[in-house]
């Protein structure tokens, strides 16, 4: 089995890292630090959760702390664009712990906030930037900073990235990066736009492909509820009076939806809070780092406010709405589960959202287990799923009240 002295990662950073509690690198870490200390490109094929933040900040700390120079002012040597504020933050937040022994320099820029504090960072000299496509080249466009001196460059995300609309920013920013450079590329999926994307940044990259962490299938208990549209607000406040949800992330498919669940919420007495695009960036990390704190116990979230965000210790993840896209799905249940914990994922699904619940299904290749047993179930009947009939189906019954977590909610079934 490799440890991290294995890696062969300076000193300070192995120290960091025992810091941290990591005991054993992840697979994508085995696989890529090797290959990336030694300048190679790479397309990661992994998502969030597996570890590869760490797996390309380490060896990017490494290589920073093997040729230390004083940096220039406007220059990073490295540059990091990932599509979210969040993402942004975190990763800088892990350069800043893994790089706390070495004189690293980094700074974070992103959209919503002031430019000033940004540019007063970048003028002191950084090593590692940090930054979202749209401030970037907002930035770049005024002079605050200048690639030409990028030697290592990630692009963290690429898929999420194009479903954002990014892909006029991302060529912009990578026609202005010098030509030699090593070149780090993270996607979960692999759309042909993104294999497009990979031939015009990379060259001659390794490729690692890593499972999704054991979420999905292993860890987290998945469960679906028919209920009708107007009954999922009764049905979530009913959910929650389960003393064992300790943390719970709540998905809706649009902003409004978010605020509605919030306000229901509030009148209830549940304290709970939304993280969406329409809130102000002060307003988002309140709103997590009440949840982080546990001030909060439920965060009502859409799918691109919540993708990467960091929360350990989620004990449920309640999808208010389905996903119509699948992935999403993955993404959502991935919150919870966290470095091997096991979590449980609930969905609520209306009669509309039946033909979204088959597309989840057919993309996890299993059925979720169905809960017949609780005080909101769809009139609608089973039959009417048009996936399978109700015969085939499994069921699971439970109580809503005082459920123990993984126990009540039943395993999903593989088939
Ligand atoms: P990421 O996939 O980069 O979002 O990382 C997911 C989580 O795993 C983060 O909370 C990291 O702090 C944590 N992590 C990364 N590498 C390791 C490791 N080798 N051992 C334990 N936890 C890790």
Redesign the pocket.
């Known amino acids: 089995m490799s440890t991290f002295t294995d890696l062969r990662l300076s000193k300070p950073i192995l120290r960091s890292i025992e810091e ?1 509690g ?5 697979p994508i ?1 085995i696989q890529a630090i090797p290959h990336l200390i030694e300048g190679r490109d790479l397309l990661g094929i992994a998502q ?7 797996a390309f900040a380490l060896p990017i700390l490494d290589f920073l702390a093997s040729d230390p120079q004083a940096p220039a002012p406007r220059q990073p040597s490295v540059l990091v664009l990932t599509p979210t504020r969040e993402l942004a933050t975190q990763i800088s937040e892990s350069f800043r712990v893994y790089g706390r022994y070495l004189k690293v320099r980094h700074a974070v820029v992103f959209g919503g906030v002031n430019q000033r504090p940004q540019v007063n960072a970048l003028r002191q000299g950084i090593d590692v930037l940090v930054a979202t496509p749209g401030r970037l080249i907002d930035l770049m466009e005024q002079g605050h900073i200048d690639l030409g001196a990028v030697e290592i460059f990630v692009l963290d995300e690429a898929d999420r990235m194009l479903d954002m609309g990014f892909i006029h920013p991302i060529r912009k920013v990578v026609a202005t990066l010098p030509r030699e450079r090593q070149s780090l590329l993270f996607s979960a999926t692999m759309p042909p736009d993104i294999v497009e994307l990979t031939r015009s940044i990379l060259r001659n990259p390794l490729r690692i492909e890593v499972a999704p962490p054991a979420t999905t299938v292993d860890l987290v208990t998945q469960s679906v509820l028919f209920v009708e549209k107007s009954d999922k607000r009764e049905l979530l406040g009913e959910i929650l009076r389960d003393p064992s949800i300790e943390r719970a992330l709540v998905f809706t498919r649009t902003k409004h939806g978010a605020n509605r669940v919030v306000k229901h919420l509030r009148q209830i007495g549940e304290k709970a809070d939304a993280i969406h695009g329409n809130k102000s960036q002060g307003a988002r990390e309140r709103a997590l780092n009440s949840f982080r704190s546990g001030h909060l116990r439920v965060l009502v979230a859409t799918d691109i406010a919540a993708r ?1 965000i ?1 929360v ?1 210790d989620i004990t449920h993840v309640i999808n208010f709405e389905l996903p119509n896209i699948p992935d999403n799905y993955v993404h959502r249940i991935g919150r919870t589960a ?2 091997g914990r096991n979590g449980a994922a609930i969905s609520f699904c209306d009669t509309d959202e039946r033909p979204y619940l088959r597309d989840i299904e057919k993309t996890i290749r299993c059925k979720i287990t169905i809960v017949e047993d609780h005080p909101f179930r769809s009139k609608t009947p089973l039959t009417q799923f048009p996936n399978k009939p109700a015969s085939k189906r499994k069921t699971a019954k439970f109580s809503l009240r005082n459920r123990g977590r993984g126990r009540a909610l039943g395993r999903t079934s593989h088939r």
């Open positions: 941290q990591y005991d054993t690198p992840t870490q969030t959760g597996t570890g590869k933040t760490a990467g960091d350990p966290r470095a």
